[in-house]
């Protein structure tokens, strides 16, 4: 299991852009699905972006692509979510979330079982003002 720190968040207006960083520790890190999450309020948590161990293959909800790159740097145990073009609909809570995995490629509904990551960050809060 890895121990997560988020980091990044903020309070930004629409249009503007934040990099979120989440570090890991613990594990050997490149063997790790990593996933970013987010819950707004009254709302359940969802997918944002996720990422192989590798960082060879990413996968993006709807709501992000075109705007949010999910990225990876093994040699420093972080992940990244790049945010451009926020809306007043991404404020939320983003969370990082950590699975055991070594395939060079995950289908989205495997990115998207919450339930099977095993670490989670403890959360940085993005407001998005219109």
């Known amino acids: 299991q890895v121990q997560l720190v988020e980091s990044g968040g903020g309070l930004v207006q629409a249009g503007g852009s934040l990099r979120l960083s989440c570090v890991a520790s613990?594990?050997?890190?490149?063997?790790?699905?990593m996933g970013w999450f987010r819950q707004a309020p009254g709302k359940e948590r969802e997918l944002v972006a996720g990422?192989?161990?590798?960082?060879?293959?990413?996968f993006y909800a709807a709501s992000a692509k075109g705007r949010f790159t999910i990225s990876r740097d093994n040699a420093k145990d972080t992940v990244y979510l790049q945010m451009n073009s926020l809306k007043p609909e991404d404020t939320a809570v983003y969370y990082c979330a950590a699975r055991f995995g070594v395939n060079p490629y995950y289908s989205g509904a495997y990115y998207g079982d919450s339930g099977k990551y095993n670490s989670w960050g403890q959360g940085t809060q993005v407001t998005i003002s219109s």
């Open positions: 990422i192989t161990g590798s960082g060879g293959s990413t």
């Open positions: 613990g594990r050997t890190f490149s063997s790790y699905v």
